[in-house]
């Protein structure tokens, strides 16, 4: 069965710290890079971080020195540490399995798995 779920939303005042969870399948989780992505009202889904499965990283620099990504291979799960959150982190955030066959990680067709998101919502 595929599945990824993530947790960790919630709301916080701006210059505050919510740390996200995907927790993934065994076969998902082995073979993919993984990806969190987020998407506000009235906006288009954004890339925010990028790990492969040897654990490099990518970011995109609207989230640099603030947004961290890890995987926990014993768990079978990818995080996504937020820090100094401002009011413009408000979105859906979704955790994603990237494909085999390449492309940019920024693209959301180049995913094939999704988990159902999680909000997060920065006040000011």
């Known amino acids: 069965e595929v599945r990824m779920v993530e947790s960790g939303g919630g709301s916080v005042q701006a210059g505050g710290s919510l740390r996200l969870s995907c927790a993934a399948s065994?076969?998902?989780?082995?073979?993919?890079?993984m990806s969190w992505f987020r998407q506000a009202p009235g906006e288009e889904r954004e890339g925010v971080e990028y790990?492969?499965?040897?654990?490099?990283?990518t970011y995109a620099d609207s989230v640099k020195g603030r947004f961290t990504i890890s995987r926990d291979n014993a768990k079978n799960t990818v995080y996504l540490q937020m820090n100094s959150l401002k009011p413009e982190d408000t979105a859906m955030y979704y955790c994603?399995?990237?494909?085999?066959?390449?492309?940019?990680?920024?693209?959301?067709?180049?995913?094939?798995?999704w988990g159902q998101g999680t909000q997060v919502t920065v006040s000011s």
């Open positions: 790990i492969t499965i040897s654990g490099t990283t």
């Open positions: 994603a399995a990237r494909t085999s066959y390449g492309g940019s990680w920024r693209d959301p067709t180049n995913h094939v798995h």
């Open positions: 065994g076969s998902i989780y082995s073979s993919n890079g």
